[in-house]
């Protein structure tokens, strides 16, 4: 018990910077995804050749690597963000590669002639994207974007290396002040598994109905 | 200067590789354990792997490595165990839970009629994972353990924050000596670039003939794209 409440002061803290630094980059990955997207899906060499890069590339850099540049590369250039905003950020940059092929996925769940015809009506291509297809996505696209999540409040404890005090950063505090290994780690993994285990099992179940709907 | 600094990352680069292929071997022999496991007709059984994937797949990587290194550092050290074998145990735990359930929905792919052809035929439970189960899926297995090495690339950067000198520590303690840190990190991001983009090459071309050899191929890019798709999904560690 004595264990339990010595640890609550620096586990506590760091759950709520975990869901802030988990929302935040899960809101610039939706959003950055969905430009990478949309950029991919205009068939202009132009504009898809630079997403198709980016994509491409950043998805061959560690999370680790791409968090330091940002952090610390963006320094050197004069850009100095805060370690939390830095996480937000990279981890966001680094998640939204992946969110863009999820977005891609279900752009081509959409007939080719539906583009046409909103052209033919004269929609933008822009407007064909975002009154026609988009919408069209929604529901393919909102498991694996529940999934990405889950896999950012993971992603968080990364944060702890720039030093933004989520949960592991507290719990790595209680470790070197206390000696105390044991407690830390069951309350952090502990608290983990309770958080993610049903999600996921949730967005799976979603992820089912989903394919049934669509099957029929 | 830059081929001085890349003499070094180089050094730090085997080392990243050296972990993520013991990693990757181990994580291959765990997960396909956990995914006969996970076919099995006992329940007990069945209920240990689900038990095993669930867990180490809510876990972060760093978290378990952290965990391990402050908790039993000193201890392994006094072993003989190095942080590189750390690294390794701790990554083969998380990445072998990923791999498990991948393996599954490839076993899971071959249909109930089979189990119950081979087992009206007189075979066992290991005779039919052995000669029915296993030759259909294997093929499929061959992408989706590809895919799982690049994730484990990645994520073995992971293992420089317990004092394994793989290349992004190799990376921090040059900058804490040129103070370079854009230029030295991209280098770093280009490495990880060159070793992993030939090898999504070869998963994309090999998941095509799997793809075109168990009948399923795609008619269409569209068709194309979705397959790949689901299956790089599934693979995202971390």
């Known amino acids: 018990m004595d264990a339990v409440q010595s640890i609550l002061p620096y586990i506590l803290p760091g759950v709520l910077v975990t869901l802030e630094i988990s929302v935040g980059a899960w809101v610039v990955s939706a959003a950055l995804g969905l430009v990478l997207a949309v950029m991919r899906d205009t068939r202009k060499p132009l504009i898809t050749l630079p997403a198709s890069i980016s994509v491409e590339v950043v998805r061959a850099v560690p999370q680790l690597v791409v968090l330091y540049i940002v952090f610390f590369g963006l320094g050197t250039l004069g850009i100095n963000l805060d370690s939390l905003t830095a996480a937000i950020v990279g981890l966001g940059i680094s998640d939204a590669v992946f969110t863009a092929e999820y977005y891609r996925a279900g752009f081509l769940t959409v007939a080719p002639k539906q583009r046409d015809a909103g052209l033919s009506l004269g929609l933008k291509p822009l407007q064909v994207a975002r009154y026609v297809i988009i919408p069209q996505t929604i529901p393919f696209v909102v498991p694996p974007l529940l999934n990405s999540f889950v896999g950012l409040m993971k992603s968080a404890t990364l944060a702890s290396a720039v030093g933004a005090p989520e949960i592991l950063y507290g719990g790595r505090n209680y470790m070197e002040t206390t000696g105390h290994v044991a407690p830390a780690a069951v309350a952090i993994m502990g608290l983990y598994i309770i958080a993610t285990v049903p999600l996921t099992r949730a967005v799976r179940s979603l992820e089912k109905r989903v394919q049934m709907r669509t099957r029929v | ?238």
């Not at chain 2, 070094?8 to 590789?17: A, K, P």
């Not at chain 2, 550092?73 to 791999?99: F, K, R």
């Open chain 2, 1 to 238: 200067m830059l081929s001085k600094w890349l003499g070094i990352l180089g050094g730090g680069f085997v080392v990243t590789i050296q972990v993520s292929a013991m990693t990757l071997v181990l994580s291959i022999l765990v997960a396909a354990l956990l995914a006969m496991m996970s076919v099995s007709p006992w329940r007990p059984v069945r209920g240990l792997a689900s038990a095993y994937v669930d867990t180490f797949r809510s876990i972060p990587i760093l978290a378990l490595a952290i965990s391990v290194y402050y908790g039993l550092g000193a201890t392994l050290h006094h072993l003989g165990i190095e942080p590189l074998g750390t690294a390794v145990a701790v990554l083969t735990a998380i990445e072998s839970a990923y791999l498990a359930e991948l393996y599954r929905s490839a076993l899971e792919a071959i249909r109930r009629p089979q189990w119950d052809a081979a087992s009206s035929l007189g075979l066992g439970w290991l005779a039919t994972v052995r000669h029915v189960i296993l030759p259909q899926a294997l093929p499929a297995a061959i992408p989706i353990t590809l895919n799982m090495a690049i994730a484990i690339i990645k994520d073995s950067s992971l293992v420089s924050l317990i004092a394994v000198s793989e290349i992004t520590l190799v990376a921090n303690q040059l900058i804490a000596e040129t103070f370079e840190p854009t230029r030295i990190y991209l280098l770093v991001a280009l490495l990880y670039v060159a070793l992993i983009l030939p090898l999504s090459q070869v998963s994309r071309r090999i998941e095509v003939l799997v793809a075109r050899r168990l009948g399923l191929q795609a008619r269409t890019d569209q068709e194309k794209t979705l397959q790949r798709l689901s299956i790089q999904a599934e693979a995202r560690a971390g």
